[in-house]
């Protein structure tokens, strides 16, 4: 490791980042949580939302390296969680808002 404390610190800043809402709702978090459930009902149907919730652990195959392999291997979970077409659930990459940036014109994987 070349710097583990500013290591440690930009983990927690991403972290509160992810964590942080980006913007006061109308009507508070409630109000918006209800509204969006009524919306997935409406459009998907009372049974999607009943549906149990997928852990990690559910779609993460052992063994998970990032590879592309082991990506289009998630993929191919969650199409069959979400009852999707194979092949439905597509890969894409953006690793810059993180401060991560590759080579130009190298692939992520």
């Keep these: 490791m070349r710097n583990p404390i ?3 610190r930009r ?7 992810l964590k ?11 109000r918006w949580i209800r509204s969006s459930m009524d ?7 009372r049974d999607i939302v009943l549906r149990p919730i997928a852990l990690p652990g559910d779609v993460i195959p052992d063994g998970y ?4 392999a082991a990506a289009v291997e998630l993929c191919g979970r969650v199409d069959g969680r979400m009852d999707l077409r194979p092949g439905q659930c597509g890969l894409s990459s953006s690793s810059t808002a993180y401060g991560v ?9």
């Design 39 to 45: 919306w997935l009902v409406a459009e998907f149907g």
């Design 20 to 30: 942080a809402p980006r913007e006061r709702l109308p009507g508070g978090s409630r």
């Design 6 to 8: 500013g290591m440690m």
């Design 11 to 17: 983990s927690q800043q991403v972290r509160s980042q």
């Design 65 to 68: 390296d990032g590879s592309r």
């Design 101 to 109: 940036r590759r080579r130009a014109g190298r692939p992520w994987w």
